[in-house]
Each structure stands twice: as C-alpha cells, then as structure tokens.
C-alpha cells in the first residue's frame, strides 16, 4: 500500500506568490465572515485527494505527479515573467506553460467532485426513504450499476456502503484530462496581464480561476471560444487568457495597469465574484480580505 500524501488541488507555488512578500496565508470559510491563517502546506490540500485506487499501487500517485511535471515544477518562471512589467513577449514554451497553468486551475478545484457526490448523496437519501405504494420499504435499491441491501439500513450507513465501494478515478481523471484538452484549444490565445495601483488588491479562492462570459452569451462554458480566462497572481497582478483578437501577437504580453477609482472598481468586482465563486475556502493576504469582508457587511446592513 503506497503512503499517504497531502494532494494541493490548489498548488502551494501558487498561493506562496498570492500573497507575498508574507510567509503565511490568511483565508476565510465560504460564509463565514471570519479571517484565520494557516501555512500553504495544509490549506487547499486533501490526504491521497488525487490517488488512483484503480491502477497498479506503483502508479497511485501518477495523476498528482503529473500535475507538479506539468504546471506546477514551472510556476516560478510563469510568475517571474508576468509580473515583470518589463517583459513584453514570451517564447512557445512559456507561452503553453502560461495557458495550461490558467486552464488547469480551472479544473483542479473540487467542485467537480464534491458536486458528484453531493448527487450521489441524494440519490441514497432518496433510496433509502423509498416506500412501495403499500408503504413497505424495498429491499434491494440500485444506484451507479451496484445493487444494495436496503432493509434496516438508514441512509448514512448506506452512505458509508457507498463510499466503500466507490473511488473518484474516472472524475479525476477527467478533470484531468478536461483541462489538458481546453489548454490545446486555449494555445491561440492573446495573453493579457491586469495590474492595479494603489489599491487593497486581489483575492484567490480554492476555485482560483474565473471565467468571464460575454453579454449575451449564448453558451455558457469554458470551450466557448468567446470566454475570457483570469487567474490572480498576487494583490497587483491578474493574467487573462483572451480569445478572438484580431492580428494579436500569442506570444506578446499586453499590458495594461489601472489607477484611482477605475482600479478600486476592478478589484472590488472581482473580488466579489472570488468571493461568491469560491468552493470553500477564500484566500489572499490579509488585508485585501478585511477590505471584501468590510464591503460585504456594508452592502447587507
């Protein structure tokens, strides 16, 4: 049995640039308005969150190994060259690193699975409550192509049976591979690189990458060759994946930097819908985090 590892679905590279030159991350629980800290190593991490039960015990680990090959071992040099207002064009290489770091994060977050057993869940609450007309309980329920011994079970032991029985290897899997395959339709895109001055600065969360639809959008997902990708690197700096610019250079950084009030209003709108978007967890330095929160409350008073 290989030993247990504490899986980052949101990388620690990435949160350590969020928020430095500060050594610790501060975060806030989605709807809660309280602001804790804690080290990168055990925020937005899961014990084997990206272990394959399903393969050979010496490739357990291959889908997290991946990911740090991939993206996460080139992070530094990504965030090197976007946040130096003095870089103006990049090579294919770092271009590709570029687009599949936006378009992985994209997918990395939990939301997938947790939204997949959340579903599960109900569908065991609902076969576990399940009555014939004469209101006798059936004894067998079928759920995911697997029968189960319904009599006398409540639905958290049935629950339990589930989740014995069950691994997440096929949704892994394909998130995987989902964020592998939009980075190849990303690869033309123009990159674009947001800094705002003077302000309290961006926020991240554990779903750190936002799509940014078209008005009027007809389609709404990620493949959608109108949507605009974002990811926060850090309080002053914002990297977009834009699509569709006519005679744009892919391998050019566009810049653009924001001042005043045009700069508190971009921040202040993106980091509601940070704030909102998140799975979980909200994180950032600890001062763009008062600044939301503060906001937050007075808008509901």
């Known amino acids: 049995m290989s030993t247990p590892r504490n899986h980052h679905f949101v990388p620690q590279g990435y949160m350590k640039r969020l928020v430095r030159p500060d050594t610790t991350v501060h975060y806030v629980k989605k709807g809660s308005r309280i602001i804790s800290d804690t080290s ?53 290489r770092l271009r590709e690193l570029v687009v599949g770091t936006v378009c992985s994060l994209l997918f990395r977050s939990r939301r997938i699975v947790n939204a997949v057993d959340s579903l599960m869940r109900q569908s065991i609450d609902f076969m576990a409550n399940a009555r014939r007309l004469d209101g006798s309980q059936p004894k067998i329920g079928v759920l995911d192509g697997k029968e189960y011994e319904l009599e ?34 990303r690869m033309g895109d123009s990159i674009s690189v947001t800094r705002v001055v003077g302000t309290t600065g961006f926020i ?3 779903n ?8 009027n ?24 994946l834009v699509p569709g610019v006519p005679g744009a250079d892919p391998n050019r950084i566009y810049r653009f930097e924001l001042k005043g009030s045009e700069a508190e209003a971009e921040v202040l709108d993106y980091n509601i819908r940070q704030f909102s978007e998140a799975e979980k967890l909200i994180i950032g330095r600890k001062g763009a985090l008062e600044a939301i929160i503060n906001h937050l409350n007075r808008a509901q008073a």
């Open 208 to 215: 750190p990458t936002r799509i940014h639809y078209p008005p």
């Open 40 to 92: 990168t190593k055990k925020l937005c991490s899961e014990i084997d969150g990206y272990k394959l039960v399903s393969v050979a015990p010496e490739d357990a680990q291959l889908l997290d190994t991946t990911y740090k090959t991939l993206w996460e071992d080139h992070y530094d040099e990504v965030y090197k060259n976007l946040v130096d207002d003095r870089q103006e064009s990049i090579d294919d």
């Open 204 to 206: 991240s969360s554990d």
């Open 152 to 185: 006398g079970k409540s639905a958290d032991q049935l629950w339990a049976e589930y989740q014995a029985n069950t691994n997440n290897d096929a949704v892994l899997t394909t998130q995987f591979t989902t964020g592998f395959r939009l980075q190849q339709v």
């Open 217 to 240: 959008a007809g389609i709404v997902a990620p493949f959608n060759v109108t949507d605009v990708l974002s990811l926060p690197l850090n309080e002053e700096y914002r990297v977009e």
